[in-house]
């Protein structure tokens, strides 16, 4: 197995088969994100992939999970992705969930033909950072799309079968942002995807990011824990999205939550409200590599 550089992947891919097809972000300008600046954005030669790919064959019996990295694999053509993915489907008979990032542009240059036959040939799931569901702050960290393209297209993969991961990061606004608009305007964009899964990270702080040079200026405060909880019970408050399993069990979350909307709002609420009053243990600084 070859890999290049640091791997990122979801903590709900900590099991799978990661194999790098493409290296890096084809974005690769968020103003909080530092993952991929040690790497130019580039697509492996198909041929070292399928030869990764039999590689973990020949020594794995068992594979049930495979993830394709880098941080947006989607934005691979049609032909190199339906070769991996015929490739896994023909080799790993068990497999039963490939998975991958898309970014919302990744998404809009594919038909919607093309997103049917990527699920017909086994991709089941993929992960679409939303962030925020604020358009100023979208624009302000340099997401470069709107909530609204990447509702549009998020609700794309789901009419072609596929199931959608969707992150959001608290804290994002900031202590001295609107705050209040960044919970209840995520809530509102998540409800309309009405994802299988909602993935909540908190906002970290990387050196040579424009993000850290705003904290080193004082244009941008970062939220404490009782803060941050503050903004998830909004969150939580303004979500309506029925059967989606809820997750802010990151290493960034300060308390880790789970439980599937809507059924488990309150109790997620009533989790947060005793963490408030110190009856509930948070991660330290130290837990969480701060």
């Known amino acids: 197995m070859h890999y290049y550089g640091a791997v990122y992947r979801p903590p709900s891919e900590a099991y799978s088969l990661i194999v790098q097809c493409t290296l890096g972000c084809s974005h690769n300008?968020?103003?909080?994100?530092?993952?991929y600046k040690d790497k130019k954005f580039s697509i492996r030669p198909v041929?070292?992939?399928?030869?990764?790919?039999?590689?973990?064959?020949?020594?794995?019996?068992?594979?049930?999970?495979?993830?394709?990295?880098d941080g947006d694999a989607l934005i691979l053509p049609m032909?190199?992705?339906l070769q991996v993915l015929d490739f896994i489907r023909e080799y790993f008979p068990e497999c039963t969930r490939v998975a991958a990032y898309a970014t919302t542009k990744a998404i809009e240059r594919k038909t919607d033909e093309e997103l049917r036959k990527l699920r017909e040939h086994g991709l089941a799931l993929v992960y679409i950072g939303l962030e925020s569901g604020n358009e100023e702050l979208l624009l302000k960290f340099n997401k470069g799309v709107t909530a609204a393209e990447t509702v549009k297209n998020a609700l794309r993969c789901k009419a072609a079968g596929i199931a959608i991961s969707v992150t959001a990061i608290n804290g994002m606004a900031g202590l001295n942002g609107d705050w209040q608009a960044h919970a209840i305007d995520t809530a509102k964009a998540v409800s309309a995807m009405?994802?299988?899964f909602i993935a909540f990270l908190t906002l970290r702080v990387y050196s040579g990011t424009p993000l850290h040079d705003w904290i080193e200026t004082g244009e941008f405060q970062m939220m404490g824990p009782a803060d941050l909880m503050r903004e998830t019970r909004l969150f939580l408050e303004h979500i309506d999205s029925e059967g989606s399993v809820f997750r802010s069990n990151h290493a960034s979350n300060y308390l880790p939550l789970g439980g599937t909307l809507n059924r488990d709002r309150e109790a997620l609420i009533q989790t947060i409200d005793a963490a408030l009053d110190g009856k509930v243990r948070l991660r330290r600084a130290v837990e969480l590599g701060l």
């Open 29 to 35: 300008k968020c103003a909080f994100c530092n993952m």
């Open 47 to 69: 041929e070292e992939v399928l030869r990764d790919l039999a590689e973990a064959r020949s020594y794995e019996r068992r594979i049930e999970r495979i993830f394709l990295a």
């Open 79 to 81: 032909d190199y992705l």
């Open 194 to 196: 009405k994802p299988e």
